[in-house]
């Protein structure tokens, strides 16, 4: 089996770095926050050994990829347009792309808007939602201010300034350890964080940091994410949230629109991120006219390639194998 191979491409205006391994047809792995390519280590392997040619990019603003500036280059029009630029710089007549946190939309809105190029979509932990508008004069912020009630959505937290680059730099080991923590099984059921601060909390101080760390997590896996965003700053990642109210506005065109492509989903019991509940999973179920399976792993939260990394490449493959 031949090693990891890193590259990069120009796509869509930017030049994008990723990690390949094995042959066969097309798989693009999308990770999210806050993230790289090494999020999908295990899948890439278990891919590749399964016949498949894994590709796994550091998404626009993370890791070797560029990061722009502008907080509108971060649009799903534009990170949509990353992947379609990478599958055509790989000379890929098709490919099937999968995507976990905000690698989720990106994955889905590429299976929803180049239904010519993604033959399939799989989405981990970011449940797949029917295109929709809001009331004129309305913006996501305005709907997440509502749903924080008393409390502040970490998303709008993020958007504030430079009060997300802050806290996270102050000790960005911590950090990563609380987030991976807090958002996981390991923390057990109910004790997840659910995305809302006290009024002027910071993120940091509404995590759980623990002693240990988890299983699935190692020093050296710590290591690399560290060096990564001290190279890289922060800002990348964050204004993915700081273009919220620019996000349905891509959608528009596709309104009464839905996937007709084969589709997968996998999340974790306790996955309190984006709506992983009964109410989603059935939209999926009712909106999704080829779904192959929904696949709930009972114990697992927000981070399941790794929490459960045999289980998801098991079940990968065989969404693929059955296509």
Request: include cysteine; hydrophobic fraction near 40%.
């Amino acid at each position: 089996m031949n090693e990891l191979e890193h590259h990069t491409v120009d796509t869509n205006g930017i030049r994008m770095h990723f990690v390949a391994k094995g042959d066969g047809p097309l798989v693009v792995l999308c990770h999210g926050w806050p993230e790289s390519w090494y999020s999908w280590r295990h899948q890439i392997d278990a891919l590749a050994r399964a016949g498949y040619r894994a590709v796994a990019p550091d998404m626009r603003g993370y890791g070797r990829t560029s990061r722009p500036d502008e907080v509108a280059a971060y649009d799903l029009t534009h990170l949509v347009g990353d992947i379609v630029g990478l599958v055509e710089a790989l000379d890929a007549e098709t490919a099937v792309v999968v995507g976990h946190d905000w690698g989720g939309p990106v994955a889905w809105t590429s299976a929803l808007s180049r239904p010519d190029l993604f033959r399939a979509v799989a989405g981990l932990s970011v449940p797949y939602h029917p295109p929709l508008t809001l009331p004129d004069g309305v913006t996501m912020s305005d709907v997440l201010r509502t749903q924080a009630g008393d409390g502040d959505n970490y998303r709008l937290f993020f958007a504030d300034g430079r009060r997300a680059e802050d806290d996270f730099e102050k000790d960005i080991r911590r950090y990563l350890k609380g987030v991976l923590y807090s958002l996981s099984g390991d923390i057990g059921p109910g004790k997840q964080f659910d995305g809302i601060l006290k009024r002027g909390q910071d993120l940091s101080d509404a995590l759980t940091v623990p002693d240990q760390l988890p299983d699935w997590v190692s020093e050296a896996d710590l290591d690399f994410y560290v060096a990564e965003f001290e190279r890289t700053g922060l800002t990348g990642g964050f204004n993915y949230y700081r273009n919220l109210d620019g996000l349905l506005d891509c959608m528009a065109p596709f309104m009464g629109r839905t996937i007709e492509q084969p589709s997968f989903y996998i999340a974790g019991e306790f996955d309190p991120v984006a709506g992983n509940n009964p109410k989603s999973h059935q939209t999926m179920r009712d909106k999704l006219p080829d779904l192959r399976g929904l696949q709930v792993l009972p114990g697992a939260g927000h981070w399941i390639q790794r929490e459960r990394a045999a289980e998801v490449s098991e079940l990968l493959v065989g969404f693929l194998d059955g296509l």
